[in-house]
């Protein structure tokens, strides 16, 4: 036998551990050149059928794996045939199994001892309070930075984890039951892929929904750089895709995707969390473009209005007149102007055929930003009462809505009864 090698009766013992049913986690660390490598695997419940999760550490960086039964044992060979110092750690329902290979090759073997413990599979609808927690999401917020190496969310992530979660509790109240055939999403302003990737896990494991495809649009290289990462690190490369560009100016192409033969590009939901200004007038006129049924939108920063009433703050012959002292004070300038470019979109949507509710979709003490336009396509269009009331209170403050102008030629058809 090799210097570094497993004796044959250990590989056995090893093997037959991990494939049997009283598998729990095996993790094996390696140490070369200062550097550390661990890779784990653990037996997991995917869409009922049991499945492994590989976790590969390499100098800090995750990356995480579902295999198959076969995928399984042949990496185990991998981590049995490894050479150099290294510790393994394998347990099990009878008990726990410790190698230590010493740099000059010698193996160590320790056992516990004997143990009766129940293994559970982690189910992945196990816990059905937190959309997060009603799968398996510990691979991830790790891979996403929510979450540390341990798995517990960061401080510093709470927020986010927080909205990620009530988003997707919005988004199963609001998404039929009865999975669709083929389902696609798009997430305006992705970001680093909090929500696209955790969108993924909820449609296909919680929801069970068996085609999905999710594309982030981010105008910014550098996020979707690091988003395609982690979704790489996740084995979701293929699934969930990102795209840098404008939402202006996607046009449904993706880069490395079949064209799909002309058609002219569709989505079923269209998702922005917090995209910035303007951006979400933008993701609610494609989800209109894009036929989508269902449209999800949680505001950010809104600036378009109160450039156009900030001037007006100190003019009196404006029909705000009677709101000069309010717009002065620039802190309820920016409130007011909140309520009423939310107001505009909600209203421009229902012109359009949306069911609007506009809610709350997460703790007005975790954050003020804290409002949605959850929409459904659902009601006829052009309905006069809805149409007079957006005119009345357009021209009432004598603004421009972006997302009017951004939708002038849809919207016109209703507009012009009322000229
Ligand atoms: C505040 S971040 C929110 C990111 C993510 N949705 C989240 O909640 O973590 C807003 C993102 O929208 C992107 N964005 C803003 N305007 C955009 C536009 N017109 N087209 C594409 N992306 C845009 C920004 O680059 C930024 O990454």
Known sequence: MERFELAGELQEEIRACVMGEGFMKLVQSVRRNGKQFKISLRPVEIGGE???????TDNGQVQVKNLDAAAAAEGLEEIIAQRGARDLHLMGATGDLHIRVTKKGRVLVSRSAAMNRTVELRPHDRVKRLP?????SAMLLKAVGIADGEGRVRASMRGKYDQVNEFLKVVGETLPHEPPERFTVVDCGCGK???TLS???YLTETLKYPKVRIIGIDRRGDVV????KMAERLDLGDKVVFVEADLTDFDGCIPGA???????????LVVS????DTATDEALARGVEWKARYILSAPCCQHELQKELAGRSGRVNLPSAPFAGLLRQSILRERLCDILTDSFRALIMRILGFKVQVIEFVSSEATARNIMLKCEYAVKPGQRGTVSEYLELRDFWQVSPWLEKRLDRMLAKYFSRFE
């Open 273 to 276: 969390l917090y995209a910035c």
């Open 132 to 136: 997060l927690a009603s799968f398996d």
């Open 199 to 201: 969108l993924w896990y």
């Open 193 to 195: 892929a909090y929500l």
């Open 258 to 268: 079949d064209a799909a033969g002309g058609a002219p590009f569709s989505a079923d």
């Open 225 to 228: 750089a690091a988003a395609r």
């Open 50 to 56: 049991r499945k492994f999760q590989a976790e590969m």
